[in-house]
């Protein structure tokens, strides 16, 4: 499996940005897709995960009812829809496949490099 996630960039606090996860290989189809996300300093955290129906999404406590996770399965890519930014939400986001639908990181087999988000006051 491969992945690669587009679309971060500067923007100011209250903005918007739409991550994207453009997922290729012969059995992505099979694994479940997660956002993760590493502030300067910190440690990974998770973000939100989908599968590929969109019928079943996880979201962490800290971007719920901000960010939208949505996985197109025609186009083979999951996107990340982050409004209402503020300084917090600053991270390299990354986009992962895993075994399972859930907010731990070590079941997740796959990462993409990751994009910048920049989020200023």
């Known amino acids: 499996v491969q992945l690669q996630a587009s679309g971060g960039g500067l923007v100011q606090a209250g903005g918007s940005l739409r991550l994207s996860c453009a997922a290729s290989?012969?059995?992505?189809?099979?694994?479940?897709m997660g956002w993760f996300r590493q502030a300067p300093g910190k440690e990974r955290e998770f973000v939100a995960a989908?599968?590929?129906?969109?019928?079943?999404?996880v979201y962490a406590g800290s971007v719920g009812g901000r960010f939208t996770i949505s996985a197109d399965n025609a186009k083979n890519v999951v996107s990340l829809q982050m409004n209402n930014l503020n300084p917090g939400d600053t991270a390299v986001y990354y986009c992962?496949?895993?075994?399972?639908?859930?907010?731990?990181?070590?079941?997740?087999?796959?990462w993409g490099r990751g994009t910048l988000v920049t989020v200023s006051s």
């Open positions: 290989g012969r059995t992505f189809s099979s694994y479940f």
């Open positions: 989908v599968d590929w129906s969109g019928g079943s999404v």
């Open positions: 992962a496949a895993g075994r399972a639908l859930t907010r731990r990181a070590d079941p997740y087999d796959h």
